[in-house]
């Protein structure tokens, strides 16, 4: 669980990082890495708002649209449509700035 959570400060750290030199296709991929380690968690929801997200935006590099489509696509084979439903609703109203303060609030503070 340490490891997790090492990981996702990490990330968090690299997606400031990119955000500060706003740097799209780095944020995009960073947050599907982030989506990733949600679901790897138990944090589907999460991870399948950030997915949803991710794969609304028309200029994503086609790496980071193969990992992110592929992701959900794993995650609808199994989770409930729901959760999907929810995801997809979130996507439609967020805009980047709330999916940073979303990944940013979500992290623990130990």
């Known amino acids: 669980m340490e490891n997790n959570a090492l990981t996702e400060k990490g990330l968090l750290a690299t997606l ?13 991929h960073l947050l599907t890495e982030l989506a990733c ?3 790897g ?7 399948a708002d950030l997915l949803a997200f991710i794969l609304k935006q028309p200029e994503l590099e ?5 990992q992110a489509a592929d992701a959900y696509d ?3 084979s199994y989770i409930c449509p729901r959760v999907l439903f929810d995801a ?4 439609s109203k967020a805009r ?15």
Do not use: P
Not at 96 to 110: H, K, P, R
């Open 74 to 76: 794993d995650l609808a």
């Open 16 to 28: 400031n990082a990119a955000l500060a030199i706003h740097a799209h296709a780095e944020i995009m």
């Open 88 to 91: 997809q609703d979130f996507a």
């Open 41 to 47: 968690k138990g944090l589907t929801q999460e991870g």
């Open 62 to 66: 086609e790496g980071t649209r193969h």
């Open 37 to 39: 380690l949600y679901i």
């Open 96 to 110: 980047l700035e709330d999916v940073i303060d979303y990944v940013f609030a979500s992290v623990d503070v130990e």
